[in-house]
């Protein structure tokens, strides 16, 4: 009988064969709460290890211990026989491999162990292409766990070459093809963070039934949420809210998952209604969840002048009036602008230049304007101005008003434009 291709199908088998090979060079790209304990181990294993961060001062202890670091990504992949990857998310993931790809020696073994999705994996197979072997190896586990080599991975593709390594890190169970591995770490954060968030609103329905939280919490520690109420209560554990609706996020992309997308909203709102929560544990998270309904987070209106945008005319207006929705993310409504210029073409230019860089200042672009009202001294300008608004919005148009106004505020000024941008959450 025709033996099953390991890459083929799921086990559970632990890789513990192999030695470190001191003449195997690791690239370590990514040193983030992960990335660092990660990066020890392999270093304490004896393996040369060259670490690159995007925030430099993060190499600095493991330099300390042996580690050599690395001005980019291309630097530290250059000489290197294993390329890791831990990295935060998609783009992420993506723009380390614009740098990568160049300077990555052929035969070189790529591990992926960021939470990206399978489509970041898939992706990125077609650009490595037979260049080098990529394996897809997304992790279980928290700091405490990266620290000790006890994480869970799920690797998927060819392991050969790159066993010992993983065995270094934690236990490997092998899952299929490139991208199978990163589709079940997406199933599994799903599954742990519903259900924290579920155990977060039991306790607050527990709460709100009067019953003493200790009780409530042992209750749910001994029943069938029992793990997901061990990591709601845990403690010196962090992987951070932003990084839970990372994941929830391209969860609900992949399949139509209402009550994931519920979860991460709830998450989310949390953070707004708490900015300190994106950075912290989803263990905090849940706490704040389990005391604080979100849905009845109040709105926040803020008027504003950026500083790196053009100024007011007049001290008697402000330029934006930002309102913070509760999920974090917001309208922003822009005051009506004018600008310099001889012709119609040039002052809307200038509005529009206007426009983008007070939404640059609100982390908005001109592909979030949802609404937009022109006033036009003279209609017959309309198609000169409809050439410029073409030009500069460029995607699907927003709701709009044109009218005609005997004049504007500024007698030189033949048009004037207001806008309304949508800013969508951001975490």
Same mark, same amino acid.
């Given at each position: ?193 519903? *259900? ?5 609103? #039991?306790?607050?329905?527990? #709460? ?23 990591? #709601? ?31 991460s909203d709830q998450y989310r709102q949390a953070a707004a209604h708490e900015p300190a929560l994106a950075a912290a544990d ?10 604080t309904p979100t849905g009845s987070s109040t709105m926040r209106v803020t008027l504003d002048d950026p500083a790196d945008a ?18 974090? *993310? ?19 230019? *200038? ?7 007070l939404l640059k200042a609100h982390g908005a672009g001109l592909e979030h304007i949802v609404s937009i009202r022109t006033y ?52």
């Amino acid at each position: 009988m025709k033996k099953p291709d390991p890459t083929a199908e799921t086990t559970t088998e632990q890789t513990t064969t192999g030695k470190p090979d001191p003449t195997q060079k690791i690239a370590f790209l990514g040193l983030g709460h992960m990335g660092a304990p990660m990066a020890r181990r392999l270093l304490a294993a004896g393996h040369p290890v060259t670490v690159w961060n995007r925030t430099a001062a993060k190499a600095g202890p493991l330099v300390a211990e042996g580690a050599r670091h690395a001005a980019s990504p291309a630097d530290a992949a250059r000489d290197a026989d294993v390329v890791i990857t831990m990295l935060t998310g998609p783009d992420a993931l993506a723009a380390v491999a614009d740098a990568v790809l160049p300077a990555l020696p052929p035969g070189a073994r790529w591990i992926e162990m960021s939470t990206v999705g399978p489509d970041a994996v898939r992706a990125l197979a077609a650009r490595v292409g037979d260049r080098a072997t990529l394996v897809d190896a997304p992790v279980t586990g928290s700091t405490d766990r990266a620290a000790t080599g006890r994480l869970a991975i799920f690797a998927g593709g060819d392991t050969t070459g790159v066993d010992h390594v993983l065995a270094t890190l934690g236990a490997v169970t092998r899952t299929g093809p490139a991208g199978s591995g990163a589709a079940l770490k997406l199933v599994l954060n799903a599954a742990a963070l519903v *259900g924290i968030g579920i155990v977060a609103e #039991a306790l607050r329905l527990a #709460a709100a039934l009067g019953l003493d939280e200790d009780t409530a919490r042992t209750a749910l520690a001994a029943g069938p949420l029992a793990g997901a109420a061990a990591r #709601a209560f845990a403690e010196d554990v962090h992987f951070a809210t932003a990084l839970a609706v990372k994941d929830l996020d391209l969860a609900a992309r992949a399949a139509q998952l209402p009550v994931v997308r519920a979860v991460s909203d709830q998450y989310r709102q949390a953070a707004a209604h708490e900015p300190a929560l994106a950075a912290a544990d989803v263990s905090r998270t849940a706490r704040h969840l389990s005391s604080t309904p979100t849905g009845s987070s109040t709105m926040r209106v803020t008027l504003d002048d950026p500083a790196d945008a053009p100024q007011p005319l007049t001290p008697y207006y402000s330029q934006v009036a930002r309102v913070e929705q509760a999920d974090g *993310g917001a309208l922003l409504f822009l005051s009506g602008q004018i600008a310099e210029g001889d012709t119609v073409a040039e002052q809307s230019r *200038g509005v529009f230049e206007t426009i983008a860089a007070l939404l640059k200042a609100h982390g908005a672009g001109l592909e979030h304007i949802v609404s937009i009202r022109t006033y036009l001294t003279d209609i017959g300008d309309l198609p000169a101005y409809g050439a410029v608004r073409r030009a500069y919005l460029t995607g699907t148009p927003p709701t709009s008003m044109t009218m005609e106004v005997p004049r504007l505020f500024r007698p030189e000024a033949r048009i004037e434009v207001e806008a309304v941008a949508a800013v969508p959450a951001r975490l």
